[in-house]
């Protein structure tokens, strides 16, 4: 069976391109050094993420790009044999996403936009809709941007349909109401990767979490980049330093091995769970 490495990034990312595509190319390097099959980038790593949480300036909103701009074909041309998944604004008309795009250097895999908008985001951005798996050389992968690994639904769907691994591209900051003196002592931060290990065990698949680090206006970002095994155990992990989680497994066989007793997708009963608030 094949064995793949796969890398997650803890990096910062703003609105300088030239810097955010120069780091990017520069952790696909390194991912590359490393042997990894899959590196997942930040979210919001082409343009860097909002400035404020609370009440985003919309005269200061990241850059929106078009699926076709050749900002993100460059990204294609840097990936080469590497699957990639980054985080960018995406502008559809005159909507704009917070969006994912997964690539080689064949050209585009899978995409997704952010369906979960915490806090003030809604002002900034528009919801996505749907969660979909697809199929890469790696595996079959689906992606998720930060607050959609909340929700147990959205990697559940993914799983369901076929996603072995699954991409979670954040820009996670600290707590912004109740902010700690360190960040391993941030809720946040504990939360953040609760969500990370929880998605994977209660789904039995392999989770790769990337992060942004550094500090925008009043926000700190987290890091904490890692690769999660299907039984919810972090096989490698940047803790809050910026840098990459490499962890070389083979998928197909730990997933195998996680349902081999207990397959949670096939005990599943759909018809006692209640899927809205009344």
């Not at 528009?126 to 050389?137: K, L, V």
């Amino acid at each position: 069976m094949p064995v793949t490495r796969l890398a997650a990034a803890a990096a910062h990312f703003g609105r300088d391109l030239d810097y955010d595509l120069g780091r990017i190319g520069k952790l696909i390097a390194d991912a590359r050094d490393a042997g990894a099959g899959l590196l997942v980038l930040p979210d919001a790593a082409v343009g860097g993420y909002l400035a404020d949480l609370r009440r985003p300036d919309p005269d200061a909103l990241p850059p929106a790009f078009a699926v076709d701009d050749p900002v993100l074909g460059r990204i294609v041309h840097m990936a080469r044999d590497m699957v990639v998944c980054v985080g960018y604004c995406e502008a559809d008309g005159d909507d704009r996403y917070n969006a994912a795009v997964c690539v080689t250097g064949d050209g585009v895999l899978g995409r997704h936009r952010k369906v979960h908008l915490p806090a003030a985001e809604v002002t900034a951005y528009t919801a996505g809709d749907t969660f979909a798996a697809f199929d890469t050389p790696v595996g079959r992968l689906g992606m998720l941007i930060d607050y959609d690994k909340t929700f147990p639904e959205s990697a559940r769907t993914l799983a369901l349909d076929g996603a072995q691994i699954v991409a979670c591209l954040s820009a996670w900051p600290a707590s912004i109401t109740n902010q700690a003196p360190k960040l391993s002592q941030d809720r946040q931060s504990r939360l953040f990767d609760l969500y990370d290990c929880a998605r994977a065990a209660e789904n039995q698949i392999v989770v790769v979490s990337s992060n942004q680090t550094g500090a925008v206006g009043g926000m700190r970002f987290l890091g904490q980049a890692k690769v999660v095994g299907p039984g919810g155990n972090i096989l490698a992990r940047t803790w809050a330093k910026a840098g990459l989680a490499v962890a070389e497994l083979d998928i197909a066989a730990e997933v195998t091995a996680a349902r081999r007793v207990l397959r949670h997708l096939d005990e599943l009963k759909p018809a006692s769970y209640r899927t809205a608030a009344p």
